[in-house]
């Protein structure tokens, strides 16, 4: 259980003296290459949302024909 967290604090940063924690900072990220716009984003979020719920949504659809036995 100890190791399950130690991910968290490996990017903190004790300052001796102080008593505070500081995060570490030397992550830098590059600008897109290409710009995505509302469209796109409206697409994708919309796709993603029926790959998460269309099938949880057949299951429970049909849920009373699991529970009756033929």
């Avoid at 979020?45 to 009756?68: C, F, N």
Wanted: proline share 6%; hydrophobic share 45%; no cysteine.
């Amino acid at each position: 259980m100890r190791g399950l967290f130690a991910g968290l604090k490996a990017g903190r940063v004790f300052v001796p003296g102080s008593g505070i924690q500081q995060r570490a900072t030397y992550i830098h990220g590059k600008p897109p290459k290409d710009k995505i716009g509302a469209v796109q984003s409206a697409f994708v979020l919309m796709v993603m949302s029926l790959a998460i719920l269309g099938p949880s949504g057949w299951i429970l659809s049909r849920l009373d024909h699991y529970k009756t036995r033929d």
